[in-house]
């Protein structure tokens, strides 16, 4: 057993190639580190009402 503890959650921009090409895509990363206990589900959202194109809708997001 062990204490609680909320993640920290990091969220780090598209690098500038990306930025500056033609692709329709861009690349985001999420750090989430710092948790306990070690199991942990994230969720990208957008506007609060949810990420368009591909997500999981199976598992709601979820408040620590």
């Given at each position: 057993?062990?204490?609680?503890?909320?993640?920290?959650?990091?969220?780090?921009?598209?690098?500038?190639?990306?930025?500056?090409?033609?692709?329709?895509?861009l690349s985001l990363t999420c750090l989430?580190?710092?948790?306990?206990?070690?199991?942990?589900?994230?969720?990208?959202?957008?506007?609060?009402?949810?990420?368009?194109?591909?997500?999981?809708?199976?598992?709601?997001?979820?408040?620590?």
């Amino acid at each position: 057993t062990g204490i609680r503890h909320a993640p920290s959650v990091y969220l780090f921009p598209p690098p500038p190639e990306e930025i500056s090409s033609s692709l329709p895509t861009l690349s985001l990363t999420c750090l989430v580190r710092g948790f306990f206990p070690d199991s942990i589900d994230v969720q990208w959202q957008k506007n609060p009402g949810g990420a368009q194109g591909s997500q999981n809708p199976r598992n709601p997001p979820q408040n620590s």
